[in-house]
């Protein structure tokens, strides 16, 4: 077993001149961009899917993996978490997906900020989250209206730029109750914020020269925020806004019909009861669904059926599971919202396909086509029910040994031993 | 060790003062002004008004039983007479006239029992008005009762019915080295705490150990080590200790006056005499192995340690005690004592031999605590632990009925015991499955597919205008 987890690392660190072929037989191929394969192939080569179906021809010297019984699918994409951004919630100097916005007087804007330089690719979060079939997240900032850029990155590697697939993939921002501070305790002051940032990054990109100059009015947010948001308000960078009251969510609608911004509405407990403004919008939403208590005044209207209802009316959803530590659990949130209501596709799709195309990375991500990045799991079986086994997993075409801090001390602790032999 | 109904230590010394006797030579008393008689004293402080509700013989047929005493009967029956399991097998005797289920592609298995919850206490909505699950004014405050925190209207008790939840305990937080007595209450809508507690339930005294405490009283006085936690357990035991001797002596002789009732060291003390069950939040294994020799230095036992990230590590010694582990699937993270944390914790205790229990500790875990359980099967399975599903079945209903002291009327589907019965959609372990219908002492208190079977709580009464469509 240590063998075979050291020529996997030893894989891991020879670069991508290195990346392997390998071919994945036998087992039930579930493309998501189409329908499932039975007896299918998935040739993987040099970090890509070559091929994807039943006649695939296998190059000599092919790594060979027999899926036989088993599902194969794309890499489970959590588009909401701080992975890698810290390592002990309760020790703050771990803590790198904030900036102090929670202090009074402290800066509640903070769109220049953009996660990169906080990644720790040696986050030992990271091998446990992957080696349960999430091979891609959105790693994001928190905190305040404003909280920054966020980047789309794979679960592999040993520097960021390595690991990054876009950055920033999306401006994080709250127009929830945890941001209230920044409204000076009012929903309207928190709407009206909002609009005065963005009515200052405009007028900023009017007047550019006079501003280095000194020669235009006081803007209301510092010089580097306001270069950063221009993206969003062109449309090209998706402002996400977690936001969860019915009525905030269509505030945050007009926000964006105002400024013409690319809107993306996270958690949206609400949003059921306004699919049709979204659909009309055309704004996805990111559902957590195991969410269905009135904890507190703004999800009053919490159900487990938020996800369900919203595609039946035709909103695009992706699906998180809202938690860092616990991003594997990404699996039982699809599953449930299956319990309730969506159909399997709809939601092993929230977990794929339907976050790459949020985002937009779907040119690369999100199912088995030949072209996409080979990110590819699996598993023993239906990849949502929580008795099935990860088998496999292959970030970029690099097979990961199914190793983490969790498994070695399992094994560590595997037999306790009164002789207590020392042990490695 | 002889478990008495809440405090019966109550009962003699309100029994004792009334029987005083008057002192001689006094003068008679002056003419009286017209008085209210006076109220009798309760024998038991805060009594179980509890009632089953209303129920009819009823025959289950045709689902797999899944009884959690080791029996897994594909096509058996559960028949439930007057509020109890009459009879459970693959056919059973059912009287003319009785009500007939059928689960027919269904599981059946006993009411889903959590050891560790806080609603009521800490209820949604989360404001401030409503955090009451933590006194958090002094490291022990063993003296409050959690159920006089607890709002019967929190809508989480319904949702957690719905997950096929028939008994909680709920406890005080774990700011507090002592949080004080919790509860053990029948997931029943009701408009008083009192209704829904357990009769015949004993107490337990929630204790907590690690980071906590200190984090809240570190600036506070103290503890803010965790050698000064255990410097505090040890003097509050050594004062306990001193008042059951007191009380003691004067239940036995009577001689002097009675002693004057302290409501932290009685709680104590009904631990001490076995009377009240330990639940201590622990996480590491080094702290389990303190807490459980500090036990053993003043004769109580721990009945169960909760979280327990590290239980693994010493789960020879919760076995040798019998301290059961009450645990997550799979929280990590969120502090340094819950760093060292295997999906196969759970596994790894059950196989050592000690009672393993899955607990929520959160309003959505509770409602889907058989999926916690699939989690943890499949994380054992994976290091090469063996796991029934009746053994895993144990782990929500037998065990923590267990940890509780209430075993001899919950936690399996046997013959004599309370009628608490899940049927469920599907296999209790597939994330697809949801509870179909919820049985507390025979009645039928939750049924998916009929609208007059769906409680809610007041709270939920009213709460968007008709034409929000909800």
Known sequence: MRRAILSAAALLLAGPAAAQTIAITGGTVYPVSGAPIPNGTVLIRDGRIAAVGTNVAIPAGAQRIDATGKWVTPGLFESSTNLGLTEVSQVEETNDFRLNQSQEGGDQVAAAFNVSDGINPRSMVIPVTRIAGVTTVVSRPSGGLIAGQAIAIDLLGNRVEDMTIVSPVAMFASLAENSRAAGNG??????????????????????????????????????????????????????AVEVHRASDIQSVLRIGREYGLKLVIVGGTEAWMVADDLRRANVPVLVKVLSNLPESFEVLGATYENAARLR???????????????????????????????????????????????????????????????????WSGDPLELLTRVEHVIIRGHEVPLVSRETELRDRYRHIDQNRAYRP | MRRAPYALVLAAAAACAQGQARPAATPPPAPARPQAAPQPRAPVPFPSTYRPFPSTATLIRGGTVMTAAGQVIP????????????????????????????????????????????????????????????????????????????????????????GGVTTMQILPGSANLFGGRSVVLKNVPARTVQEMKFPGAPYGLKMACGENPKRVYGNRGGPSTRMGEMAWDRQAWIRAAAYRDKWDRWDRDHQGTQPERDLELETMAGVLRGEILVHNHCYRADEMAQMMDMAREFGYRIRSFHHGVEAYKVRD????????????????????????????????????????????????????????????????REAGVAITENDALR????????????????????????????????????????????????????????????????????????????
Do not use: C
């Open chain 1, 312 to 378: 039946r009316a035709g909103v695009q959803v992706a699906i998180t599971s809202g938690e860092t530590f616990k991003a594997y659990n990404i699996r039982q949130e699809a599953g449930n919202a299956v319990a309730y209501g969506l159909p399997w596709d709809e939601a092993f799709r929230a977990v794929t396909l339907a976050p790459a195309q949020i985002w937009g990375v779907a040119d690369r991500y999100g199912s088995l086509e030949a072209g996409k990045v080979a990110d590819v799991v699996v």
């Open chain 2, 75 to 162: 096509n058996g029956q559960v028949l439930m007479v007057d509020g109890k399991i009459a009879a459970v097998g693959a056919t059973v005797d059912a009287p003319a006239g009785v009500t007939v289920v059928d689960a027919t592609g269904k599981y059946v298995t006993p009411g889903v029992i959590d050891v560790h919850s806080h609603l009521g206490v800490y209820p949604s909505p989360g404001v401030q008005a409503h955090s009451d699950g933590n006194e958090a004014t002094q490291p022990n405050t063993a003296e409050v009762w959690a159920e006089h925190s607890v709002w019967p209207q929190d809508p989480g008790f319904v949702r957690a019915l719905e």
């Open chain 2, 395 to 470: 782990w929500l209903t037998a065990n923590p009925a267990w940890a509780l002291g209430i075993d001899q009327w919950v936690g399996t589907l046997e013959a004599g015991k309370n009628a608490d019965v899940v049927i469920w959609s599907g296999n209790p372990f597939s994330v697809y499955t949801r509870a179909d219908r919820v049985y507390i002492d025979g009645a039928l208190m939750f049924d998916r597919f009929d609208p007059h079977r769906r409680p809610r709580t007041d709270f939920e009464v009213g709460l968007f205008p008709a034409e929000a469509g909800r």
């Open chain 1, 186 to 239: 009012a929903r309207a002051g928190q709407t009206m914020r909002l609009r005065e940032v963005l009515e200052d990054a405009r007028a900023w990109a009017r007047n550019r020269e006079a501003f280095e100059r000194g020669e235009t009015r006081d803007f209301s947010v510092s010089r580097l925020d306001l270069a950063a948001l221009q993206p969003v308000l062109a449309g090209r960078l998706p402002l």
């Open chain 2, 317 to 380: 010694l919760l076995a040798r005690d019998s301290i059961a582990g009450s645990l997550w699937a799979d929280w990590w993270g969120f502090k340094m004592e819950a760093l060292d944390f295997t999906r196969a914790n759970l596994a790894l205790v059950f196989e050592a031999g000690a009672r393993a229990i899955v607990h929520s500790d959160d309003p959505t875990g509770i409602q889907k605590l058989n999926q916690e359980a699939a989690k943890a099967i499949e994380a054992g």
